[in-house]
């Protein structure tokens, strides 16, 4: 069946490094796929996300890209601050059959100053 | 425009006692999803409610079960609680579930539930 497989956390790094978190995805048919980021004590919320292959998506400065051949969506940015942490999701949605939206276990991300 | 409203945001019951949870979409989201949270087991599906009618349900038990009222807004009810369902209960809302809309969910902060 269809599922997201993200890369286990936790991520720990420093101010300013580069971010990647892993994410590949196993679906019939073309998903679209998306990144949710949770902060402390909150719900999800979207972060990003690209409908078809080759799309990129971005916003605060993060940026992934739909990759059909490889079948991932990994999440990128250049310089992480203090106010990233946070746990992020990789998520699918199908419409093959009924409509689902299917999330990663989640990776935890803790930056240090 | 408000967001997804969940209430009550913290809750502690004991074990055997039930459990009911609300959640109002964002005005004019027809589709509720109820997802549960635990540290073990990440983030899981509950179900989805769309125009009063359950579209779609996880793999829970009977325990675990849900409604979806006129105004869309929906609750979700657990029976007989255990130890195990401890949890942070996420609902998220969309316009229609990803069914002919974008795919994007809208969350509530979360029902924080604690079983003694």
């Known amino acids: 069946g269809d599922s997201v497989t993200q890369m286990e956390g936790p991520v720990t790094l420093s101010e300013e490094a580069f971010l990647t978190i892993n994410c590949t995805y196993t679906a019939t048919g073309y998903p679209s796929l998306f990144w949710y980021v949770q902060y402390p004590g909150e719900g999800l919320q979207l972060l990003l996300k690209a409908t078809k292959a080759d799309d990129k998506g971005s916003n605060k400065g993060f940026e992934a890209t739909y990759r059909k051949e490889t079948t991932s969506f990994h999440l990128e940015k250049g310089s992480v601050q203090v106010s990233d942490s946070a746990v992020y999701f990789c998520?699918?949605?199908?419409?093959?059959?009924?409509?689902?939206?299917?999330f990663g276990s989640g990776t935890r991300l803790s930056i240090r100053p | 425009k408000a967001g997804v409203t969940q209430t009550p945001r913290y809750l502690i019951k004991t074990r055997g006692q039930q459990v009911t949870l609300s959640c109002s979409p964002i005005?004019?989201?027809?589709?509720v999803s109820w997802y549960q949270q635990t540290p073990g087991q990440g983030l899981q599906f509950l179900f989805e409610?769309?125009?009063?009618?359950?579209?779609n349900k996880g793999n829970f038990p009977g325990r675990f079960s849900g409604r979806q009222f006129s105004n869309s807004r929906s609750e979700m009810n657990v029976s007989t609680l255990e130890l195990g369902d401890s949890a942070l209960y996420l609902c998220?809302?969309?316009?229609?579930?990803?069914?002919?809309?974008?795919?994007?969910?809208?969350f509530g902060e979360g029902s924080r539930l604690t079983v003694l």
């Open positions: 409610y769309f125009s009063e009618t359950q579209r």
């Open positions: 005005s004019g989201h027809r589709s």
């Open positions: 998520a699918l949605w199908t419409f093959e059959g009924a409509s689902k939206i299917i």
């Open positions: 998220a809302s969309s316009l229609d579930g990803g069914g002919a809309g974008t795919g994007e969910l809208f």
